[in-house]
Each structure stands twice: as structure tokens, then as C-alpha cells.
């Protein structure tokens, strides 16, 4: 009994091997027989440009694709269909030549346009029979680099030169008429919270607001900050007055303005009063007015943060 049970299984594994692989072989038949036949297809051509001279780029508003309409077996379509296909055209072989402007001529009947292609079916249409190279100058300059930073140090840090970059400045090349209205790149965002300690990074270069046909070098700079422990300073400058008219003898009171500032531990004692120039205009004092309004025209660069402790001081004219 149990032989004529396996028997019976082992016929129907075998008669469901023999479906199976006349399933499968009908289907590679069938598929076969339907790319054998010739169908139409519209396919979008890209179009590649080569010995483009090397003082020139190509404009954005060049023909870069063409749309065709083809005609062949199922697998020649498809191979057309799936492989992004791309022509070829040597700038050397243009028809016609117009200064920066280059045409070329397509000929659907050519077999060198379905050489380049790489297909042996048949071009039923163009989207169009001319295509068209616009060709501007290119050329390179440097372009000052700036960075967007937001720092903020701990209490009782800064830093005396800020943030030093290297290089400061990128190689940017594209057409002309473009390179020359930029005057600045910009890096992405430097943001540092509570620093107490020198810091270095990378920035990358921001370039998603320029042309796709501008290309710049490097694509990123260092970034530094040299931190260093700050206290503050103060120094009595005296007030100078400019503009007093001959023969008047003008009196200030006080001579002197306390000035206040931050400052490094390591640069502490370069800072003078002699580094400082407070100065105050006779000629813009008003004829009721009793006051010299004072403004800081030198400081030195190592200090931040300065304020004076009087903007204004008294004066009295004495002839």
C-alpha cells in the first residue's frame, strides 16, 4: 500500500516539473515572438558636445536633448529605452558657424546619425532637423571669501582676531558675464556656542544660489578661532578738539574720557592711552549748545566690546 502511495507522488512531482518548464518555455516563446515584432516608440535623445574650444563653456541655452521618434524590434526599442541614450556631435563638424553660435544638421534618413546612435532600426522624426551649440567666453578670477558665523563665547573668553580663514579667497570660473557680478562666496554657517577653547573646522562653499556653468576651487576652507582669556581694560584718553577757530581759546571739561574695553590676558599690558584717539568737531556745535559731542576715531584692534564713559563733554569759550 504504501509503494502505490509513493508511486502516485512521485508521478504527480514529475508531471508538475513537466507544466512548469513548458510554462516557463511558452513564456520565453511568447516573449520572444512579441520583441521580435517592430513597434514605434518616441525616445528622448541627450545630446553630447565635444571639442568645445578650451577658452569656451556652453551655454545653459544650448540644445541638450532632441526627442525622436524610432521604429524596430521590441529588444533594439528597448535597449534605446532603458540606456539614456546620447549623441555625440563634434563641435569641428558644425554646418555653420556664427561667432559663438555653432548649428549642426540632422538628417533622419542618415546612417551616420543611426551609427552615433548606436541603432539599426528606423528614425521616423525629429523634434526638430537643427540643433544648436551656444558657446560663451570662459574664464576664472578670484572671489573673496566671507562666512556666515554666529559665536558666542563662554564668560570671561573672546578672541582678539576673530575668525581667520584659509585661503581667503576661491578660484571661480564660469562665462564671463556672470563671474564678473560676483563679488563674494559665501561659506555655509558657523555657529559655536559657549567657546572657551581655539576651534577649527571645515566650511564648505555655498554654490546652490550660483549657475550650474559656474565651477569654483576649492570647494571648502579651514576656519579658525584662537581663544584666549579676557578681562577689561581702561584708559584715560584725552579729547581732542578740531576745527577751533583762530584766535578762540576753548575749554573742556573734562579733558580727559575714561574709555573701556575687553580685552586678552596675552595682550594686556600692549594696550595704551596712546592707542586711542577721542576727538570732538567745533564746527558742528549748534549756537545754544553748551556740549562737544565726542567720537572714537582710533582704538586698537586687539580690544572688542569699547564704550566710552561720556559721549559728551562741556566747554566754555575763552577770548
Known amino acids: 500500500m504504501s509503494n502505490t502511495i509513493a ?19 511558452t513564456s520565453f ?26 577658452d569656451k563653456i556652453i551655454n ?33 563638424d558644425a554646418v555653420l558657424k556664427k561667432q559663438e553660435k555653432y548649428f549642426f544638421y540632422l538628417d533622419k534618413e542618415s546612417s551616420v546619425l543611426k551609427s552615433k546612435l548606436d541603432f539599426k532600426g528606423k528614425v521616423l522624426a525629429l523634434q526638430k532637423d537643427t540643433l544648436q551649440l551656444l558657446l560663451d567666453q570662459n574664464s576664472q578670477k578670484k572671489i573673496p571669501v566671507k ?26 570660473k ?32 555655498k554654490s546652490e544660489n550660483l549657475p550650474g556653468t559656474i565651477t569654483i576651487q576649492p570647494k571648502q576652507i579651514k576656519a579658525s578661532v584662537s581663544v584666549s582669556k579676557f578681562t577689561e581694560g581702561n584708559q584715560k584718553v584725552p579729547v581732542t578738539i578740531y576745527n577751533i577757530p583762530e584766535g578762540t581759546d576753548v575749554k573742556i571739561f573734562p579733558k580727559e574720557i ?13 594696550i595704551n592711552a596712546r592707542d586711542f584717539l577721542i576727538v570732538a568737531d567745533y564746527a558742528k556745535i549748534s549756537e545754544k549748545s553748551s556740549f ?23 566747554f566754555v569759550v575763552l577770548k
Request: net charge positive; glycine share 4%; hydrophobic share 35%.
Open 258 to 270: 575714561s574709555v573701556v574695553y575687553r580685552v586678552g590676558l596675552d595682550r594686556y599690558n600692549e
Open 174 to 205: 564660469g562665462p564671463s558675464q556672470i563671474i564678473d557680478t560676483i563679488q563674494y562666496v559665501y561659506t555655509e554657517d558657523l555657529n559655536l556656542e559657549n567657546l572657551n577653547i581655539d576651534h577649527i573646522s571645515k566650511l564648505k562653499i
Open 7 to 25: 508511486s502516485r507522488f512521485s508521478l504527480k512531482r514529475n508531471n508538475v516539473k513537466t507544466f512548469l518548464f513548458f510554462l516557463v518555455f
Open 29 to 54: 516563446l511568447w516573449i520572444f515572438i512579441q520583441f521580435s515584432k517592430n513597434y514605434t516608440q518616441e525616445v528622448d535623445i541627450t545630446i553630447k558636445y565635444i571639442n568645445i574650444p578650451k
Open 292 to 314: 562737544l559731542t565726542l567720537e572714537l576715531k582710533e582704538k586698537p584692534e586687539a580690544i572688542h566690546d569699547v564704550r566710552m564713559q561720556k559721549k559728551q563733554v562741556e
Open 60 to 92: 545653459s541655452n544650448s540644445d541638450h536633448t532632441i526627442r525622436m521618434t524610432l521604429n524596430g524590434n521590441g529588444f533594439r526599442l528597448m535597449s534605446h529605452k532603458w540606456s539614456s541614450p546620447t549623441l555625440e556631435l563634434n563641435a569641428e
Open 147 to 172: 562666512v556666515n558665523q554666529k559665536i558666542a563665547y563662554a564668560i570671561g573668553y573672546g578672541s582678539d582676531k576673530g575668525v581667520k580663514i584659509s585661503p581667503d579667497s576661491v578660484t571661480v
